[in-house]
């Protein structure tokens, strides 16, 4: 069971627009950055999103990151096949236990 | 460019312990803290803990407190987390990350290691 709430699936047609939400807490989203991570098959996770709407240089601005209360989203447009990855939402926690917490995932799948 | 290369696979009897290495490269090692990161088969991510290499401090996920130690190793520029009283449930891949933060903690993963399996069964 993971901190963070994330729908277990999502899916598009290429060139379609899909969005990915993240819901938390205000220990968590409500009080912190959100990051998302995109993670290939068999690969490692790699930075897609900082500091709520941040992207990396090198990621496409066909990503986007937006943050309302204690909740996220990852948008996509203009999906492509090699879009087809699990993404993963996460945040600092203010908590004792837990510094980090993280989504449980959600598998995007391109039609 | 900078690269993390992690250590191989292992496996391992449960009640024993389990040793990961992080080779840092293309960057200056102690300016950046170094996360750790699991990842059990078929689930999500799950944060462990870090290290900053440049004092040695660390910070450890409640979970884990009592049966992890991340250690570096300067003159190497390789970070170390070690699992001890390993059970079958700890059974996963491995990360570790790079914060993206310049002698400060900034809370970003922006380079991840490949990652190393450690499998934990009798």
């Known amino acids: 069971q993971s901190v963070l709430t994330q729908p277990p699936s999502a899916s598009g047609t290429p060139g379609q627009r899909v969005t990915i939400s993240c819901s938390g807490s205000s220990s968590n989203i409500g009080s912190n950055y959100v990051y998302w991570y995109q993670q290939l098959p068999g690969t490692a996770p790699k930075l897609l999103i900082y500091?709520?709407?941040q992207r990396p240089s090198g990621v496409p601005d066909r990503f986007s990151g937006s943050k309302s209360g204690t909740s996220a989203s990852l948008a996509i447009s203009g999906l492509r096949s090699e879009d087809e990855a699990d993404y993963y939402c996460?945040?600092?926690?203010?908590?004792?236990?837990?510094?980090?917490?993280f989504g449980g995932g959600t598998k995007l799948t391109v039609l | 460019q900078v690269q993390l290369v992690q250590s191989g696979a292992e496996v391992k009897k449960p009640g024993a312990s389990v040793k990961v290495s992080c080779k840092a490269s293309g960057y200056t090692f102690t300016g950046y803290y170094m996360h750790w990161v699991r990842q059990a088969p078929g689930q999500g991510l799950e944060w462990m803990g870090w290290i900053n290499p440049n004092s040695g401090g660390t910070n450890y996920a409640q979970k884990f407190q009592g049966r992890v130690t991340m250690t570096r190793d300067t003159s190497i520029s390789t970070a170390y987390m070690e699992l001890s009283r390993l059970r079958s449930d700890d059974t996963a891949v491995y990360y570790c990350?790079?914060?993206?933060?310049?002698?400060?903690?900034?809370?970003?993963?922006?380079?991840w290691g490949q990652g190393t399996l450690v499998t934990v069964s009798s």
């Open positions: 990350a790079r914060d993206s933060g310049e002698y400060q903690f900034a809370g970003t993963f922006d380079y």
């Open positions: 500091r709520n709407n």
């Open positions: 996460a945040a600092w926690d203010d908590s004792l236990s837990v510094h980090v917490v």
